[in-house]
């Protein structure tokens, strides 16, 4: 990615550079090419993300690898009841200047200041101790004894969570789910990649990761995203999609009334639509399409939709919804 390069010339380079990362990526994880291609969005797009999966899907191994492979700081936080706010964004300590003998505070930084921070757990923390981090992915900035401090940029969080072990965890509130631009499902192996994996012998191999992109690349590429342009007929597709989840509208489908207590905001919607440019870009085209819309609806809704008791006692899914929306808009 040459300096003068159009925007053109630039999305040719993110597809190769796209091929380049999976293969990396594929020395260490196998499968799991939708879990990857949705972490690149979400990067590239400069959002955060929520991976919910069960233990030894190699959630952490996926995160410490995209960031070797990208040149990027990575921290990792093992969130647990006894964290404080001051252990992930750092603490002030009193130290005496041997010369002068005059004492000052010196501030300690956290594991926060890193590019790539892996939040795991989250939800095992107190909720004090889970806004001290999303205050920093809001605003990109920590403030500690009344100074302010920038987060270096990207700056990329990914928190993690086990959807089966709820014991003794505190579940993030809604308005603070909302500022993931992603919800990721990892899910089981196929049988065949599953047979790959049992062929590895834990924690004995160590591959050779080449690097294939740093920091400045990944922020031009922020950059070249807000620039692509999107048609109206899908702008609209994408707005009326996320207005649907909303039982308080006037034509809401029935089975949103019956299920949904809580539709998703406008920050939904400014996620999709740049989510489908993302996605669009990775895969070599300049402007999303319908379909890049409908690729990236599941992750960026899964987690806006709040269900109520009937969906709940009826086994209806955040994602089974949003597969009858899309049904729904389709027949529009």
């Known amino acids: 990615m040459k300096k003068g390069k159009s925007d053109v010339e630039l999305v040719k380079t993110l597809q190769d550079t796209r091929q380049r990362i999976e293969k990396e990526i594929s020395k260490v994880i196998i499968g799991q090419k939708g879990v990857i291609k949705e972490l690149l969005i979400a990067l590239i797009s400069g959002g955060h993300c929520l991976i919910v999966g069960v233990p030894g899907l190699a959630k952490t191994l996926l995160v410490n690898t995209l960031s070797q ?3 990027l700081r ?3 936080i093992q969130f647990t009841p006894d964290l404080m706010p001051s252990d992930i964004t750092g603490t002030d300590i009193l130290e005496e200047d041997e010369n ?3 004492r000052r505070f010196r501030f300690i930084k956290g594991p926060i200041f ?7 757990e989250i939800n095992r923390t107190p909720p004090k101790t889970q806004a001290a981090l999303l205050q920093a992915m809001q605003e990109h900035k920590v403030t500690a004894g009344g100074v302010t401090y920038s987060l270096e940029q990207p700056f990329f969080v990914l928190a993690t969570q086990n959807p089966i072990e709820q014991e003794g965890t505190y579940p993030l509130p809604e308005a603070q789910l909302d500022r993931f631009m992603f919800n990721i499902l990892i899910e089981y192996p196929d049988e065949e990649e599953e047979l790959g994996i049992a062929r590895l012998h834990p924690g004995s191999f160590k591959a050779n990761l080449n690097p294939v992109l740093d920091g400045k690349k990944i922020l031009m590429l922020q950059e070249l995203v807000k620039r692509v342009p999107i048609s109206e007929s899908v702008l609209r597709y994408a707005v009326r999609l996320v207005a649907l989840t909303r039982p308080d509208l006037r034509d ?3 089975f949103v009334k ?4 809580w539709g998703a905001s406008p920050r939904a919607t400014q996620y999709l639509v740049l989510a489908a440019k993302t996605s669009a870009l990775l895969d070599g085209r300049y402007t999303p399409g319908i379909e890049d819309i409908k690729e990236v609806v599941h992750p960026t809704l899964r987690h806006r939709i709040i269900t ?3 969906a709940e006692a009826e086994g209806i899914t955040t994602d089974r919804i949003i597969d009858f929306l899309i049904e729904k808009v389709d027949k529009i």
Request: glycine share 4%.
């Open 114 to 120: 890193a590019n790539v921070v892996l939040a795991d």
């Open 258 to 261: 019956e299920w949904i207590s």
């Open 252 to 254: 809401a489908p029935d």
């Open 69 to 71: 492979i990208l040149s």
């Open 74 to 76: 990575f921290n990792r």
């Open 100 to 102: 002068t003998g005059k």
């Open 308 to 310: 109520n008791f009937n």
